[in-house]
């Protein structure tokens, strides 16, 4: 057995387990009908339970085990699920979660302990959960072989006997060129029998008898049998090639052996499963996979340079060709690396509730459009500024209740985590109805520290937004071990230029905070504009150009002192990009212009010249080491120079 | 020590084809029978750790030899010999007690499967 790919598999989908078991737990938390949220906790336990047995993580299995005796008693209303307790199952599920990362780094649950987490549930169940209840190896707990494996597959959702048997939906396969299979079909049925209650046989018996059938056949049952058990018992009966056993009120997980033989006879009887047509990959192979793509699109614009140098209408055909299929072949490879929002902020719920619970907020939190697909490196990426907003958000600008109270405001804050498409961008909000940033202080400490002349007295969004990001500047009174000294900002604001995106701040004393980030939808290849100053050749993502024209369309004038353009009813202020990059000052009679905006700024770039808009593959760039300020990331031309691409958002 | 098996058929050539795949493995022929009566006889007599059954033999057939047998030794391994086509008539003598059969001609490796579920 291929130890390792098992250990990935439980461990992706023991991740996937334990955010649905937290999605449970916080409904549960507050709904008023708790028996679809203690089903579905029961299912994902169940399932981890299943799993962490088949690959013989003990420690693991006998957790799952308890908390699914807990959940068992909550169902069948024994225990009532009192804050408590739940509280005792999401320190299971956090259990589980850091038992399943160890196996990450491990391979092995080897260091997995439960039994401070045994003591808990037993504790919380008020006496009635006792210790024997929840210590592990009790009734009814699957014990497979260690050549079981498992794997995601569609069942129907049916829910557990509750005297520890378990429900298996069971399909035997027999050897194809076995004689009277009828005869031996319903030997395999007569073992089953003698094992629990047996239903649903599939196809009927009178077909199996007179081997109206092909060379499977089906059938449920509840048994208190191990499924390595009902195995065995079933291969007595003779003539048998594989044995599929899925429990079948897990609602996914499904427990196969492996089969003695592999046979290459077609399946009559086997329905196609919608499960059966995705499959996991590794994100580092669709890394790969994104990376040698980048690498053809930029040797297939190599070779489009190169064929249209020869008036060779063949070559060029060939090149039309390459170029579509490169097109193709990305917008593949882009769209398997697209998951939806929520496969990453899933977690923030459990997130919220957890913080505010440690700084003694009462809050509601809504997660919008956790089905909006970005990139997965992308949503990797802002996870990290995210939490730190949520936190800034639940610790900062959340009043305490009596506050809110006073002020006349709902005793719960609200704080909104949005999701949306926007053109080629993705937008993500945080939103709180807080009191707002404290502007006044903002501006004393940041003339405090010689950031702002003396005499200004209050500041834009923007100016503020600048000012937070400076690392330092912090209006927090107290230092929380939550989100410490208005640390963050400055981080949020470097993480999502690095991205080649902006944030953008709203704020309003007393009614909240709003902060956007606004973000390329992919991260690995990006539309872009080239321009010329000097010899050199930049990149200007093409998300942030709004227009471009050249001076002599667009009236250049001076406003105190400063160079503008009046561009149709706009005055923008003027950025040369030669004096960006350390060059002269440009002397040729004709210059392009390019409208670059971020949220709600723009400006006019001078550049030379403006050469063509390409598809660019972003390399990995340290802006902060390599260029400063200026460079978001680089990217190879077709012609093989490299170029950096500008980093908008801190231009503006 | 060897395994001993009661052979049950009433033709000779089923009964040495059936002898000689299992001595060849290990098992020591103690008794032939070629009716169902003699079967029921021996197997009270010899008490052995295996039997097989022709389901068809005069006087007594195989599956009343199975009835007979199981009444007083339910745990008797009896292993039926079938033809082709007897599907019905196997699957009585599985109802009657029968562990598990076996279908004419013989392939040996099927046999053996057979012998080792029953013994197992």
Known sequence: ??????????????????????????????????????????????????????????????????????????????????????????????????????????????????????????????????????????????????????????????????????????????????????????????????????????????????????????????????????????????????????????????????PVSTRLTPDESAAPRAADSSVRVELQRLDALMAVTGELVIARGRFAELAARHADPALEEAAAQLTRLVATLQDEVLATRMVPAGQVFDRFPRFVRDTARAVGKEVRFALVGRDIELDRALLDAVGEPLVHLLRNALDHGLESVDDRIAAGKPAWGTITLAVSRERDSVVIRVTDDGRGVDRAKVVRRAREAGLLAPGIADVADDELLRLLGTAGLSTAERVTTLSGRGVGVDAVVAVVRRLSGTVDLRTVAGEGTSWSLRLPVTLAIVGALLARVGDEVYALPATHVRATTDLVDAALATVRGRDVIVYGDEVLPVVRLRAIVGLPRYTGTHEDI??????????????????????????????????????????????????????????? | MKQTVLICDDAIFMRTMVGDILTQNGFEIVGEAETGVQAIEQYHRLRPDLVTMDIVMPDMGGIDAVREITKTDPDARILMCSAMGQQSLVVEAIQAGAKDFVVKPFQPSRVLEAVQRVMS
């Open chain 1, 1 to 258: 057995m291929d130890t390792l790919r098992y250990a990935q598999l439980f461990v992706s989908e023991g991740r996937e387990l334990v955010s649905r078991m937290n999605e449970a737990l916080l409904s549960l938390e507050h709904a008023s009908d708790s028996a679809p949220h203690v089903d579905a906790l029961f299912r994902a336990t169940h399932t981890m339970k299943g799993m962490a047995g088949a690959m013989a993580y003990e420690p693991i299995a006998d957790a799952a085990h308890a908390l699914e005796s807990v959940l068992a008693l909550v169902r069948d209303g024994t225990v009532a699920a009192t804050p408590e307790l739940i509280n005792a199952l999401f320190a299971g599920a956090d259990w589980l979660e850091a038992s399943i990362e160890r196996v990450a780094v491990d391979g092995n649950a080897a260091a997995c302990s439960p039994t401070v987490l045994l003591d808990q549930l037993a504790a919380s169940g008020g006496g009635v959960v006792s210790r024997g209840v929840v210590s592990p190896g009790g009734g009814g707990a699957l014990r497979p072989t260690p050549i079981w494996t498992s794997a995601i597959a569609a069942a129907a959702p049916q829910v557990a006997a509750a005297d520890g048997r378990t429900s298996y939906r069971i399909r035997v396969r027999q050897v194809a060129d076995a004689p009277l299979r009828g005869v031996r079909a319903t030997m395999a049925l007569a073992r089953a029998r003698a094992l629990g209650a047996l239903s649903d046989v599939e196809p009927n018996e009178g077909s199996l008898v007179s081997e109206a059938f092909g060379t499977a056949f089906s059938f449920a049952l509840t048994t208190g049998a191990s499924p390595a058990e009902i195995e065995r018992e079933l291969r007595l009966a003779g003539e048998v090639d594989t044995v599929e056993i899925r429990a079948a009120d897990v609602g996914g997980a499904q427990l196969r052996p492996t």
């Open chain 1, 594 to 652: 390019v409208v670059l905006a971020a949220e709600e700024r723009r400006v006019a770039l001078l550049v030379d010249e403006l050469l063509s808009q390409e598809e660019i593959v972003v390399k990995p760039f340290d802006a902060a080491r390599d260029g400063g300020q200026l460079f978001s990331g680089a990217t190879v031309l077709a012609d093989g120079a490299p170029a950096l691409i500008l980093d908008v958002g801190g231009l503006l």
